[in-house]
């Protein structure tokens, strides 16, 4: 039965495989087993998945090169002087 089963799933990945492809990316990297260690055990702390964690780290380095991204993302809704100035001139 457990060979039955490894076949049916072989048959399924390679039949899969193209479409897993062109809807995600695998990174192949690695991360001093240390620091990796530490990382896990911080994501398994709070419940968080590497994917969120990627996303997150992702996001706030976006958010120090993209400064519209970084109000959006903080709920920043005031505006400094000169913001003001500018938006005054595109009404």
Not at 24 to 37: F, H, L, N
Not at 42 to 68: C, N, S, W
Not at 69 to 88: I, M, R
Request: hydrophobic letters at 25%; proline letters at 1%; glycine letters at 6%.
């Amino acid at each position: 039965m457990e060979n039955g089963r490894k076949v049916k799933d072989k048959r399924y990945e390679d039949k899969h495989k193209e479409e897993r492809k062109v809807k995600c990316m695998v990174w192949g990297t690695s991360v001093p087993r240390e620091k990796a260690e530490r990382i896990n055990e911080f994501l398994k702390r709070y419940g968080y998945t590497k994917v969120q964690l990627i996303e997150a780290g992702y996001e706030e380095l976006l958010a120090r090169h993209d400064t519209d991204f970084a109000k959006l993302k903080d709920g920043y809704d005031d505006f400094f002087g000169f913001e003001e100035v500018d938006k005054k001139k595109t009404e």
